[in-house]
């Protein structure tokens, strides 16, 4: 007999355990150790008291892995994760911590929940569609290579220690997702690069680096300074200072010039996801 509990008792290698196996057969390789899980719950703020498990003679054999932010009065729950192992699949599981967490959300005031799905990934979409949850936006993912460009010399990129976020956000076209929002940076800053270009001492600029993921998190250039080699300019840095291996993931569909530009790289936009929302 399967029960359903949030997951405030429940540690983090447990978690860790049950996630690797759920994602075992995933369509893309994911699995991670118990430093890459608590990294992510912590960049994500994680909220076991909002999360379900759902177990099997005492086994925790699935999982929605709920974070928490309030952001300009609205009360949001990201769903960081999903999985049920593969023995347990074909009871509508993920129906189950629905029906048994979004009371419990709505008694907590949650004004809305969102998640990302692979387009393709029919069991998930369905079982997210029937909760009630409807697509907001597409998000794309590139991966690739950094060329060697030739940069004028009158570029120079700094690192960056000082963050003034509300210009950095100044200088952007679109919202990022959850996972390489300004939070979500700023909860594992000890982790991360931050390179930024200066103009007559004008920051105009920027980017945000993980080496050990190798995952560009955000890029932005201020509107009046587009066009003139500064993207450029903060990518060659990325691979004079660390790889020439990239990722940027999730961002939206809608900024055609920021796609246009890894385009132009070469990158290949492998994957795509979609956001979808549910409001309570
Ligand atoms: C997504 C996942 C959590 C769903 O598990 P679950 O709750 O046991 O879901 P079920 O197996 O009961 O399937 C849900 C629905 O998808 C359908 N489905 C399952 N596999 C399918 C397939 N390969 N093709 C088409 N439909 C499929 C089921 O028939 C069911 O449809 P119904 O509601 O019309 O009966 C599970 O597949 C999983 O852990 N996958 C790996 C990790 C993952 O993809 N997580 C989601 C990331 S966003």
């Known amino acids: 007999m399967l029960h359903f509990s949030t997951l405030e008792n429940i540690d983090i290698s447990e978690i860790t ?50 974070c928490y932010r309030e952001e300009k009065g609205i009360k949001r729950v990201y769903n960081g994760g999903t999985g049920v192992i593969p023995s347990q699949r074909g009871q509508h599981i993920t129906l189950g911590m629905y029906d048994y967490i979004l009371p419990q959300l709505k008694e907590a005031s ?15 979409k369905k079982s997210y569609e029937k909760v009630g949850f409807k697509t907001t936006r597409r998000l794309r993912s590139y991966f690739g290579q950094i060329q060697e ?6 570029i120079q990129v700094e690192s960056l220690n000082n963050i003034d976020w509300d210009l950095l956000e100044s ?42 993921s190798k995952r560009i998190h955000q890029i932005a250039v201020s509107t009046k300074s587009r066009h003139q080699g500064i993207a450029k300019a903060l990518i060659n ?44």
């Open 237 to 280: 840095h990325i691979r004079q200072h660390n790889n020439h291996d990239v990722n940027i993931i999730n961002v939206d569909e809608q900024d055609t010039s920021t796609l246009n530009f890894f385009e132009q790289q070469g990158w290949e936009n492998k994957i795509n996801l979609l956001e979808m929302k549910l409001d309570l």
């Open 149 to 154: 460009h030739s940069t004028t010399n009158d």
């Open 110 to 124: 949650i004004n809305q929940v969102i998640l990302e799905v692979l387009e393709n990934n029919v069991p998930a």
């Open 171 to 212: 200088f952007w076209s679109i919202q990022p997702n959850w996972q390489n929002a300004s939070q979500s940076i700023r909860n594992i800053l000890d982790k991360l690069l931050v390179y930024a270009v200066y103009r007559k001492k004008e920051l105009v600029g920027y980017t945000i680096y993980n080496s050990a």
């Open 17 to 66: 355990d049950t996630f690797n196996e759920a994602f075992s057969d995933y369509s893309i390789p994911l699995q991670l150790n118990y430093e890459q899980m608590q990294t992510k719950l912590r960049a994500e703020d994680y909220a076991p008291e909002y999360s379900v498990g759902s177990f099997y003679q005492n086994k925790l054999v699935g999982f929605i892995l709920h």
